[in-house]
């Protein structure tokens, strides 16, 4: 067997995947990771009991999904989500299942089993909806404990099953290639990856609103400079402060203020909290200038605000 030529060693496994196959008591389970650049944390791996027919997983909990193709038939193994029974269903050999693992699985199998798996971190579907200019993805559609035909996902997996039987020769390039396309195709079938809506011109994109607007929501104070919105948005500062008003309508400050209008509403409702102290809760600089603020976007003071709403 040919040995690795220093400086080519593979990736490091993710930590999430050394979890799982020491969860399900199979710890020299074969596993090969990616590296593809932007798009981290995946790995290939085989998964099987031998003639091993009873066995008990632990649960396991982690910010990632498991795209498993049966490669024997499986049907006789309990599943628990979150602790609750989930019957499975369709464990034929060539079916796929998809297993969300934040959701605290466990197993208990009373028969033997095989799959080859891709361990995709929820990380890496985020990476692959951003490079491809798509709709954030936080989810993946599937029946928890159903698996079901998917010739793509079956032909993407099986190609890997070679590398993963002879791992120090497995072709990095080859293992980045199928990854990044199985992973499309999951992001395509079951997370319904779709264009961002189109941008207004001059406007900012989808992604460069949310920086700027989580970025401002996280220092409520004020204590952010144009510079760095711009910056999270990777663009100019007189770039930035344009676009920024054609998607709102309002300047980033003026936006801010808004914001900090909303959140001294929310608290109004306490009738406890005093006004000099909701003032500096929701940024603004004392008393005297949260009431001229709030008076400016809502016509009252927040004295009359909060009698007109008291419970």
């Not at 091993?52 to 990632?64: C, K, S, Y």
């Not at 628990?80 to 297993?99: E, H, K, M, S, W």
């Amino acid at each position: 067997m040919d040995r690795l030529v220093p400086g080519t060693e593979p990736p490091p496994h993710p930590p999430g995947v050394r979890g799982l196959t020491r969860a399900m008591e199979l710890p020299q389970a074969p596993i090969l990771a990616t590296r593809s650049a932007g798009v981290s944390g995946m790995a290939f791996l085989e998964l099987g009991s031998g003639d091993a027919a009873a066995g008990v997983a632990a649960p396991v909990r982690d910010d990632a999904f498991l795209i498993a193709l049966q490669l024997r038939p499986c049907a006789d193994f309990d599943l628990y989500a979150d602790g609750r029974l989930v019957r499975p269903r369709g464990f034929d050999t060539g079916n796929v299942a998809i297993f969300d693992l934040r959701e605290n699985l466990a197993t208990e199998r009373r028969e033997a089993f095989h799959a080859v798996d891709l361990y995709l971190p929820q990380a890496a579907l985020v990476a692959v909806a951003e490079e491809a200019g798509a709709v954030r993805i936080d989810d993946l559609r599937h029946d928890t404990g159903a698996a079901f035909r998917d010739p793509v996902a079956h032909a993407l997996l099986s190609s890997i099953r070679p590398a993963l039987a002879m791992p120090a020769q497995a072709n990095q390039l080859f293992l980045d290639h199928v990854a990044l396309a199985l992973t499309s195709h999951v992001a395509h079938t079951y997370g319904g990856m779709r264009p961002r809506p189109a941008v207004q011109p001059g406007a900012l994109a989808a992604w460069q609103l949310r920086r700027a607007q989580d970025l401002l929501r996280a220092n409520l104070a004020g204590r952010v400079t144009l510079a760095e919105l711009a910056g999270v948005c990777e663009l100019s500062i007189r770039h930035f402060t344009r676009a920024f008003r054609a998607s709102t309508g309002t300047s980033p400050h003026g936006w801010l203020m808004r914001l900090r209008v909303e959140r001294a509403r929310d608290l109004l409702v306490d009738p406890r909290m005093p006004l000099g102290e909701l003032a500096l809760a929701c940024g603004f600089a004392d008393q005297s200038h949260f009431t001229r603020v709030f008076h400016q976007h809502l016509g009252m003071s927040p004295g009359a605000y909060r009698r007109l709403h008291r419970t």
